[in-house]
């Protein structure tokens, strides 16, 4: 139960929620415990969305399919955070979008009515969650545009260097680490992986930045001279 609990905490949904309180919101959001194989779905595009998942332990994408089958990778979902709460917020009728698992996984599901329906004791705790939610949907809002930012650019090397941009202003400095290896990158920017490699060697052959792995340095200017102290 312990580490059930340790599990459940990691999810920035319970900030400023003590374990007693915890006990008490699960019950009345009646949370279910699933895990899950690699390769399983957890939600299915089609279906209809009236619950939260909290992922407890593993890694899952968000996919997209076309008519003929055709997959894109959205975004990833790891361990703490959230699936389901914009959708049963907005009460989407059909999902557009598919959640499979990337290895074992543990999910945690809450009833999203019971969520934000206050019990007749009106619990201080259960507005602190409710805000919780509240700024975890604004948050991830604000995630999704900012990827449109960056998806819309023409080229590979616009939208790099938009969320290149975006990582440095957000991180206060010109050398920073970014959340995502190549693949993943790639999936974000919704680019090829091998073009998007190619320009990346050629702006440090300009002098535009340098990486190694995910830690990145931009330079100030772009004509392939560096400046000092960068």
């Not at 929620?17 to 008490?24: A, M, P, Q, S």
């Not at 979902?77 to 543990?106: H, K, M």
């Not at 949907?137 to 975006?166: A, D, I, Q």
Request: aromatic content about 10%; proline content about 3%.
């Amino acid at each position: 139960m312990e580490e059930y609990l340790h599990r459940v905490k990691k999810s920035p949904l319970f900030y400023g929620i003590n374990d007693n309180e915890l006990y008490t919101l699960l019950k009345c959001c009646a949370a279910e415990q699933v895990p899950y194989e690699d390769g399983e779905y957890i939600f299915r595009m089609g279906e209809s969305v009236n619950k939260v998942l909290i992922l407890l332990k593993g890694r899952a994408r968000v996919i997209q399919e076309n008519f003929w089958g055709h997959q894109e990778m959205i975004y990833h979902i790891r361990e703490g955070e959230l699936f389901g709460e914009s959708y049963s917020c907005a009460r989407t009728p059909v999902l557009p979008v598919s959640v499979v698992t990337e290895g074992p996984c543990e999910a945690l599901f809450l009833n999203y009515q019971r969520m934000i329906t206050f019990c007749s004791l009106a619990c201080e705790f259960h507005t602190r969650f409710i805000h919780n939610m509240l700024r975890l949907v604004s948050e991830h809002n604000v995630k999704l545009e900012n990827k449109l930012e960056h998806v819309c650019r023409k080229s590979t090397r616009e939208k790099l260097l938009s969320y290149l941009s975006e990582q440095a202003i957000s991180q206060g400095g010109r050398a920073f680490d970014i959340p995502h290896n190549r693949q993943e990158l790639a999936e974000y920017l919704c680019v090829d992986r091998s073009a998007m490699s190619n320009e990346l060697s050629k702006m440090r052959t300009e002098g535009i930045l340098d990486f190694q792995k995910n830690h990145f340095v931009l330079y100030d200017r772009y004509d392939g001279e560096q400046r000092e102290g960068a």
